[in-house]
């Protein structure tokens, strides 16, 4: 089992930056891929940055150039530092851990997930 606790959202102006943090429990944590993917109201969940457990990295088209992920394995802790926001990026952000070395865009190859930060950028 593995559990997940995310942090560091909060309300910002456009353009402003925002990290967002995601701890993991579990001494397996450096093993596996991490997501994280995000929620508007009233929208589907939808892929935002994954990171494999060698610190490779995918984004969504959205957010490439503005977003980046990394890892911290000896602190079992993921990071999203978001760049440039902007209104459309208001949403719920989770992370969530696939029992892989591999990341994927898919949520449904995430088996882990936390309880969601909220981040709300101003216009």
């Known amino acids: 089992q593995v559990q997940l606790v995310e942090s560091g959202g909060g309300l910002v102006q456009a353009g402003a930056s925002l990290t967002i943090s995601c701890a993991a429990s579990g001494s397996t944590f450096g093993r596996y891929a991490v997501g994280w993917f995000r929620q508007a109201p009233g929208k589907e969940r939808e892929f935002v940055a994954a990171?494999?457990?060698?610190?490779?990295?995918s984004y969504a088209d959205s957010v490439e150039g503005r977003f980046t992920i990394s890892r911290d394995n000896a602190k079992n802790t993921v990071y999203l530092q978001m760049n440039s926001l902007k209104p459309e990026d208001t949403a719920v952000y989770y992370c969530a851990v696939r029992a892989s070395l591999i990341m994927s865009m898919s949520a449904s190859d995430y088996s882990y997930w936390g309880q969601g930060t909220q981040a709300t950028v101003s216009s």
């Open positions: 990171v494999s457990w060698n610190g490779r990295a």
